[in-house]
């Protein structure tokens, strides 16, 4: 009856379908795996950016890495920015999510001699690139910034790769370790994402759009969509094969049900 499942075709489509089930079985829960990171990552984002404010030096400090609980925490500093040693990192989307431009990048003097790096926000790129942008000048004197903590770049963690040779005063990566080497004082682990500053200062770069911890993404519809591939296939096979079954039936009948013709020589004999 179902003989012709030993056949080199259903033993070929038998094996793709046994090699499908575990995989897609596997993509479901590895779909389910990001949903579950992104549902975490959603809330230390919504707990950090909910906590009251603290000092910067009280979360990180030279050299260090500022940890994974810290990160988006609202922090506080007061200094004084030192525009010389100003950079700006190149590629960075504006708040319409298309527009390049640059963070412009500003170390911050701390009264004990330290410093702290602070992204004062976005602005459009020019004609030139390999130039020095014009970048908003930075408030004077004593300031005191408020923003959120975030953890220096790195090609690992960011997916941007650190380009050598840049023009001056431009970088690829905000990195408090790379800034520090053209400071004469050590300079916080991480860095400040401003968002708001006393005194202001006038026409002050974009600010960087607080971040969107609201949306799970489409990973769980994704594993559920897996599994249901999976499930589909043993059923898929089934009707296939009963299809065959049926079908091979109908042509056994069929041909029974037709008279076989006697050559015309034989007749004539």
Do not use: C
């Amino acid at each position: 009856m179902y003989r012709f499942l030993l056949t080199r075709q259903w033993v070929i489509l038998t094996l793709i379908a046994l090699a499908l089930i575990p995989t897609m079985i596997r993509l479901g829960f590895w779909q389910l795996h990001r949903h579950e990171h992104r549902v975490a990552q959603n809330q230390l984002i919504g707990d950090s950016l909910a906590a009251p404010a603290v000092a910067v030096d009280k979360l990180t400090s030279p050299g260090r890495t500022v940890a994974r609980d810290d990160t988006w925490r609202t922090v506080t500093a007061t200094g004084t920015y030192d525009t010389a040693h100003e950079v700006v990192a190149r590629q960075r989307t504006g708040s319409d999510e298309q527009s390049i431009g640059y963070f412009v990048l500003t170390p911050l003097l701390l009264p004990d001699d330290r410093a702290v790096l602070v992204n004062r926000g976005w602005i459009p790129a020019g004609a030139d690139l390999t130039a020095f942008p014009k970048v908003p000048a930075a408030p004077s004197g004593k300031v005191t910034v408020t923003g959120r903590l975030k953890a220096d770049e790195t090609t690992g963690n960011s997916g941007i790769k650190d380009k050598q040779g840049l023009p001056p005063r431009q970088v690829s990566l905000i990195n408090s370790e790379q800034q520090a080497k053209a400071l004469s004082r050590p300079v916080l682990g991480g860095y400040i994402e401003l968002t708001s500053s006393s005194p202001k200062g006038d026409k002050q770069p974009q600010p960087v759009p607080a971040p969107n911890h609201s949306d799970i993404g489409p990973h769980m519809a994704y594993a559920v969509q897996w599994w249901l591939f999976s499930a589909g296939v043993p059923i898929g096979w089934v009707v296939l094969a009963r299809r065959e079954r049926r079908d091979r039936a109908a042509e056994a009948v069929k041909a029974a049900a037709t008279p076989e013709k006697v050559p015309a020589a034989a007749t004539a004999d």
